[in-house]
């Protein structure tokens, strides 16, 4: 069996989880639901970044201990993804004793092969990005490049990790696999960053003195370990670098690393020479997704326009929610976060496309033939309407997309086959059929809207597991039984309530 290894960032625990956090986290819950479909061996790997300058200063913020405080916001991370149905493998924090372990031992390894040293050290400090940047960087602004917030000048002495002596080899690398970054702009973006770019040593301490919460750094016990140096390295920890050596030798390297694109550069030029200098090879993947901005605009607390995922899901739904982010955008570009929009969606692609189109079949079968629809009464096969046959292809094409994780193709081309089953009932006119006695005709051609359907569910599965299952059980069928090719078997509807009722529109936009 096939192995996949998908991740996403630890989300920093300053504060609740927004509908940015979601997206990234339902897109690799959907990569994992498709590969586990497919057969494969899937371990996803979510979880919760939790040390730095900036979660203390929140806790103190808030009145609260750290460790209370950081407890707090995971579990509203745990149970949004409860909410979103996200069927991780592993739920790994940085304040797991087993990471903090697995990070002492690649300081320690580091050190000695010589790529750890001990110097002077200035820069400027941006707390609100865990980021450090030169005075040349910086081009004559304290203002943070990221941000644009403020920074801080810091002078002191801490620990570095020799970034700068496999730049060649980064280079070398990257221009010999230029698939290992997706999509090609993020990609792209990279390439042009190390041409312009000489890359300094990395610090990877902080003194106790300015910096108290973290692990503590295993060459000095006045230190603790930067805060992004410790979070990159939970995909290996996670996966049982330096616990569990069976598991970490099945499932390394990762397959897919998902993250949203302003924290590519930790993952396209730390993470890789990291890896490098461990001797362990590098992910195969790593993805960058663009943002969701909400009404055209960046999403912020100063601004007061965080969306927040539970309440979406409150008034529209879980699945209408995943498909929504699934369906809107391809996933490399920024979307706007409109109710309009989303809310359009649910009334077209899924209450008058998919839900109408199962609750008319539903209804035709209990009808015609009291829910029991038998694919053997008529010599008729394969289905009967010519454009069924040419989306025989249907499966091959839908996985291409899933596959390259182009989701909205994907879907876009599988409601393509929902519109031609629809088209396929106007044109057809089963009550001309009931009323003239072609019965075995009828039946067939129930049969094959049923069996259409049938395939569409499992299809969809890995983007509304809800509504996936809810399909195939009015069908009479599960979906640990059921394939994706057109195949003989019969029908027993046990018909519920509409799948997705329609929304008005007036009550959410003015």
């Not at 750290?66 to 149905?85: A, G, M, S």
């Not at 009932?425 to 259409?452: A, C, M, T, Y």
């Not at 078997?489 to 509409?498: C, L, Q, R, V, Y």
Request: hydrophobic residues 40%; glycine residues 6%; neutral net charge.
């Amino acid at each position: 069996m096939a192995k996949f290894y998908i991740t996403t960032p630890l989300y920093y625990v300053n504060a609740s989880p927004h509908i940015g956090h979601a997206y990234t986290t339902v897109i690799a819950d959907c990569t994992a639901r498709w590969r586990r479909l497919k057969g494969e061996e899937v371990f996803f790997l979510t979880g919760s970044d939790e040390h730095g300058e900036k979660i203390k200063k929140a806790a103190e913020s808030s009145g609260k201990e750290v460790k209370v405080f950081v407890d707090e916001i995971v579990k509203n991370f745990e149970n949004l993804w409860q909410r979103l149905n996200i069927s991780y493998d592993r739920f790994i924090r940085t304040t797991d004793s087993y990471h903090q372990a697995a990070v002492k031992k690649v300081i320690k390894t580091l050190a000695e092969k010589g790529d750890i040293y001990k110097a002077n050290y200035q820069a400027y400090h941006c707390i609100p990005c865990e980021s450090f940047w030169t005075p040349t960087q910086l081009a004559g602004k304290e203002l943070c490049p990221d941000c644009g917030r403020g920074v801080s000048q810091i002078d002191e002495e801490n620990y570095f990790f020799k970034l700068s002596k496999y730049e060649s080899w980064l280079k070398d690398y990257l221009k010999n696999n230029p698939d290992s970054i997706m999509p090609k702009t993020r990609y792209n973006e990279v390439i042009g960053f190390l041409e312009n770019n000489q890359l300094e040593d990395l610090c990877i301490s902080r003194p106790k003195l300015r910096v108290s919460w973290g692990i503590d750094f295993p060459l000095d016990d006045k230190y603790v370990v930067y805060v992004w140096f410790d979070a990159l390295i939970n995909y290996i920890s996670g996966a049982g670098f330096a616990s569990d050596e069976k598991k970490f030798k099945k499932f390394w390297p990762a397959d897919i690393h998902f993250m949203a694109k302003d924290i590519l550069r930790y993952h396209a030029v730390f993470w890789p020479i990291m890896l490098k200098a461990l001797d362990l090879e590098l992910p195969r993947m790593v993805f960058a997704h663009g943002w969701w901005k909400f009404e055209g605009e960046k999403m912020s607390k100063s601004r007061g326009n965080i969306v927040n995922p539970l309440e979406v899901t409150d008034q529209f739904g879980v699945d209408a929610l995943r498909y929504f982010l699934l369906r809107e955008i391809p996933v490399g570009l920024d979307g706007n976060f409109f109710y309009k929009p989303l809310i359009s969606r649910i009334n077209s692609d899924l209450a008058n496309d998919l839900g109408n189109l199962l609750y008319r079949v539903l209804n035709m079968s209990e009808k015609y033939f009291q829910g029991k629809v038998i694919s053997g009464t008529a010599c008729f096969w394969p289905p009967v309407f010519e454009p069924f046959l040419k989306n025989g292809q249907l499966f091959k094409s839908y996985q291409e997309y899933m596959d390259s994780c182009q989701f909205s193709v994907a879907l876009e081309k599988l409601w393509v086959f929902i519109g031609v089953m629809n088209k396929y009932i106007e044109e057809q006119k089963p009550w001309v059929l009931f009323k003239e006695n072609r019965l075995d005709e009828l039946e067939h051609f129930l049969w094959s809207l049923l069996e259409g359907i049938r395939i569409v569910a499992w299809l969809i599965f890995p983007v509304m597991p809800q509504t996936s299952e809810a399909i195939l059980r009015q069908l009479g069928r599960e979906l640990k039984a059921e394939s994706p090719n057109w195949s003989k078997g019969d029908f027993s509807i046990k018909k519920e309530a509409p799948l997705f009722p329609r929304i008005d529109l007036d009550q959410y936009v003015d």
